[in-house]
């Protein structure tokens, strides 16, 4: 059909049609209003066997005692979130990337293609490709009017909360992920009134409480927040921890 030829041979600008969508998500914003963004990823479920990048991939949807799979589209989105009049909020996708993974040669392929093979297997990293589409929303966000004086707020979940994102990550811009319960965190260095005469500076201090042992430890006091879930009004409870660092994100 026309409709699929259209679409199937890469004849659209689709970074030109997302700006647009971008510029409309920033018109619907205060100035100097943050921009926040979640990233992540998603299965396209498809039938055929010749579509470009279908392979056997991983359900998310199946039950935990029981690995399926199905054939699918692998693709990275990211959606910004626009206030609406009764308080609540819209995410609208301002960017998509189809993210396939390359095909596996066969055992009777040569050392150098298996080596080519690895290199475009860690190429097409998700949290990699998660990175260049921040940094590339970033310096699309300074090119616009104003762009500059606007935070770059970005949340995801585990899977993109690792030094691959993490280190790379643009001036003026926050991430907010997901940690394990028993991720290993730090204060930060006593730093000695008289300096030291030999070997680096310390970069860590003590190890600091992990996520669960802040979350059960009775001495922190709770402090109430009130959040807003799909414009209805909601109050919880958090434990917060200052001054610290993690050693997967390193000193940025």
């Known amino acids: 059909s026309a409709p699929y030829r259209l679409f199937s041979c890469d004849r659209l600008p689709m970074a030109q049609i997302f700006a647009v969508v971008r510029r409309g998500v920033l018109a619907e914003l205060p100035p100097q209003a943050p921009l926040c963004v979640a990233v992540d990823d998603s299965l396209l479920r498809k039938t055929g066997l010749r579509i470009p990048g279908v392979a ?14 199905v054939r699918a589209q692998r693709v990275l989105q990211l959606s910004a979130s626009v206030p609406l009049s009764d308080h609540g909020y819209r995410m609208v996708p301002i960017a998509f990337l189809h993210a396939p993974t390359p095909v596996k040669p066969s055992r009777k392929a040569s050392p150098e293609e298996f080596q080519q093979y690895r290199q475009a297997a860690r190429q097409a990293r998700l949290p990699l490709l998660a990175a260049q589409q921040i940094g590339a929303l970033r310096q699309a966000l300074d090119a616009e009017p104003g762009g500059t004086q606007r935070q770059l707020q970005i949340l995801v979940d585990g899977g993109y909360t690792n ?3 993490l280190k790379q990550l643009p001036p003026r811009t926050i991430l907010i992920g997901r940690l394990r319960k028993d991720a290993k965190l730090y204060f930060l260095p006593h730093t000695p009134a008289a300096p030291q005469p030999r070997g680096r500076p310390r970069r860590y201090g003590a190890p600091a409480p992990t996520p669960e042992q802040l979350r059960t430890d009775d ?3 709770w402090t ?7 414009g209805a009004p909601h ?18």
């Open 56 to 69: 056997w991939r991983r359900d998310p949807l199946g039950p935990r005692f029981q690995t399926n799979f």
């Open 163 to 165: 030094a691959t994102v």
């Open 219 to 221: 001495s922190v006091p």
């Open 224 to 230: 109430s927040l009130e959040v807003s879930v799909s």
């Open 235 to 252: 109050s919880i409870r958090i434990r917060h921890l200052r001054k610290i660092r993690w050693r997967t994100a390193g000193l940025g």
